[in-house]
């Protein structure tokens, strides 16, 4: 069992930033894929952004690219989503998950998630 913790999450006028760490309490990442995943009010899960632990490549979604990183410090052993040029449609609560392996970009290969932490984005 791997337990994940967001944090990090809050109110932002569009066009700013928020760093969102997730970190694993007396565990460590070695292993595992993580990802960031978020959910809308009435809207399904969806892929943001993902770090394969070992060789370090990452993934994004469109909606991600050039605005978010996905950021690991192996010393505090945390993962965060760096999320710049928040726009309004950003609004949603945010998910760290882990996986052993599979597709990076799909809710269902991941095995474990942290409880969420909303960000919500201002116009």
């Known amino acids: 069992q791997v337990q994940l913790v967001e944090s990090g999450g809050g109110l932002v006028q569009a066009g700013g930033s928020l760093r969102l760490p997730c970190a694993a309490p007396?565990?460590?990442?070695?292993?595992?894929?993580l990802g960031w995943f978020r959910q809308a009010p009435g809207k399904e899960r969806e892929f943001v952004a993902a770090i394969i632990w070992f060789g370090c490549s990452t993934y994004y979604a469109d909606s991600a690219k050039g605005r978010f990183t996905i950021p690991r410090d192996n010393a505090k052993n945390t993962v965060s989503l760096q999320m710049n040029s928040l726009k309004p449609e950003d609004t949603a609560v945010y998910y760290c998950a882990a996986a052993r392996g599979g597709s990076p970009y799909r809710v269902k290969n991941y095995d474990y998630w942290g409880q969420g932490t909303q960000v919500t984005v201002s116009s």
């Open positions: 007396g565990r460590t990442f070695s292993g595992y894929n």
